[in-house]
């Protein structure tokens, strides 16, 4: 029998196929990119994970569109680096403690990947704290005021320690390492009155030496407040208090009668450290019964060294602006030393002039006494400003 030729338009609805099919074929051959590859180190899993590395998200074949990650429930600060291919932790990382993390990626049309991990620090056989910084946290202070930092062990990385500590602040400054357990923060010229500064001692996740980390981190704020600078000429038995500029006491004064070292008044440039009302002053190296002993409670002073010289009320005024007769200390007129006293605050710049003995740079808080070359010296950092030069004088206060 002769096969039956379909009707024209069965025709046409079995040649739809022919053309739709080619273009499906077409479509299942559109080639997908592969989703970009994220890596986290440390690892996922890692356990006893050295805290001082840090932490680095890293993508390949996209870019990141986002990083985030908790050091327990405190989220992790970090930064990407400008094509965003890697994010690194901003810090060392916490000892003890787990971290988790989540990575997002997107490439090419439009792909993305997800990875997620956790992982844990190792715990320190020794730990490393903040034992005290000065000044305190909220304390409005003079224009020549150091930052201290006092460690509770003693540290071998020195370099390690100085990068983990920032100082944000209206002037240059560097650290200098006083011993293996402090280091002094001081700008290069004296700050600006008015300036806000805050130091933030990362020290979470800081290797100080073998087998010893930093376990917290710490955080000082301090305004500076106006810029009072007194000027000591013991020669004219004077000390001129200016503030911000202006001259607000001319102070009579007697100084050290120099008849020995311990008695001569230094010369340099002092900052007001602490004050009493009163304070108790006890002759060095004496006893009761040797000449020259003395044991007495003094009004209103104010420390400048820690050789046991203030600046302090005594009813002394025949000798107040005419001749040297103290043990060291500058004495002046008591509604004076009590004016001087009410209004000195920490780290007030008190120059001295006209003495035999130098103020040494580590009595008190000396400081002032080291070139800007010097003090770069003992930065563990060895700053590339060491270069530039800055004289100790009084020009220094500008």
């Not at 180190?41 to 990083?67: D, Q």
């Not at 100082?167 to 400054?173: L, N, Q, S, Y």
């Not at 003495?355 to 080291?370: A, I, K, M, V, Y």
Request: glycine share 10%.
């Amino acid at each position: 029998m002769k096969p039956r030729t379909p009707p024209p338009a069965a025709r046409a609805l079995l040649a739809v196929p022919l053309v739709v099919a080619p273009a499906l074929v077409a479509g299942c051959a559109v080639r997908v990119p592969p989703a970009p590859r994220i890596a986290i180190a440390p690892a996922s899993g890692a356990a006893a994970v050295p805290p001082e590395a840090g932490l680095v998200v890293s993508a390949k074949g996209g870019r990141l569109t986002s990083v985030l990650a908790f050091a327990g429930r405190d989220p992790v600060p970090g930064t990407f680096d400008p094509a965003r291919t890697v994010w690194r932790s901003s810090w060392t990382l916490r000892p003890g403690t787990q971290y988790v993390v989540n990575a997002v990626a997107t490439g090419p049309q439009g792909v993305t990947a997800q990875v997620a991990g956790r992982f844990r620090t190792l715990t320190p056989r020794r730990e490393v704290a903040v034992a005290s910084i000065v000044p305190s946290d909220g304390e409005t202070v003079g224009i020549g005021m150091p930052i201290i930092v006092t460690f509770t062990r003693p540290v071998e990385d020195r370099a390690a320690v100085e990068r983990a500590l920032v100082v944000r602040g209206p002037a240059e400054g560097a650290w200098h390492w006083v011993s293996s357990t402090q280091v002094v923060y001081r700008p290069r010229k004296m700050w600006p009155s008015g300036g806000h500064v805050r130091l933030t001692a990362h020290l979470a996740g800081v290797r100080a030496a073998p087998g010893t980390y930093g376990t917290a981190d710490r955080s000082v704020a301090f305004t500076v407040g106006r810029a009072m600078v007194s000027t000591v000429d013991t020669r004219t038995h004077e000390m001129v208090v200016r503030q911000d500029g202006r001259v607000a006491q001319r102070m009579p004064i007697s100084a050290g009668m120099a008849t020995t070292r311990e008695y001569t008044t230094t010369s340099g440039i002092h900052l007001t450290m602490d004050k009493g009302n009163p304070v108790r002053m006890v002759s060095p190296g004496r006893r009761k019964g040797d000449p020259g002993f003395y044991d007495k409670l003094i009004d209103y002073a104010v420390r400048i060294s820690n050789s046991g010289e203030y600046v302090h009320s005594l009813d002394n005024v025949w000798a107040q602006g005419r001749a040297n007769v103290s043990h060291g200390c500058l004495n002046a007129h008591p509604d004076q030393a009590r004016w001087f006293y009410e209004h000195a605050l920490r780290g007030d710049p008190v120059v001295v002039t006209g003495t035999t003995r130098e103020l040494e740079w580590n009595n008190g808080w000396g400081f002032w006494q080291l070139s800007w070359p010097r003090w770069l010296a003992g930065s563990a950092l060895r700053h590339d400003g060491a270069r530039t030069p800055s004289a100790v004088t009084p020009s220094a206060l500008s």
